[in-house]
Nanobody, 115 residues
Framework: QVQLVESGGGLVQPGGSLRLSCVAS????????MGWYRQAPGKQRELVAD???????KYAESVKGRFPNSRDNAKHTVYLQMNSLKPEDTAVYYC?????????WGQGTQVTVSS
């Protein structure tokens, strides 16, 4: 069994920054992909950033250059540094971890960008 604990969400003004963290624990043999997805009200869940074990990352076009994703394999942790936040970034952000072909999701953390 795998547990994911997310932290770092909250309310921020446009142009501000937040850093999300997600720590994986439990039956972890080898983590492949680690990343973040988000879901805004009335919309489907979408990719934000997704990194493979080697550190190569796929980003949504809307966040490229603003949301660097990084991972610490030794600590089983993934970080999303969110800069220059915009109101359209408002959503629930979910951590994703892929282990042995199986996807595990965090509980979600709310990010609200508003003045």
């Amino acid at each position: 069994q795998v547990q994911l604990v997310e932290s770092g969400g909250g309310l921020v003004q446009p142009g501000g920054s937040l850093r999300l963290s997600c720590v994986a624990s439990g039956s972890i043999f080898r983590i492949n992909r680690m990343g973040w997805y988000r879901q805004a009200p009335g919309k489907q869940r979408e990719l934000v950033a997704d990194s493979n074990r080697g550190g190569s990352t796929k980003y949504a076009e809307s966040v490229k250059g603003r949301f660097p994703n990084s991972r610490d394999n030794a600590k089983h942790t993934v970080y999303l540094q969110m800069n220059s936040l915009k109101p359209e970034d408002t959503a629930v952000y979910y951590c994703l971890v892929n282990i042995r072909g199986g996807d595990y999701w965090g509980q979600g953390t709310q990010v609200t960008v508003s003045s």
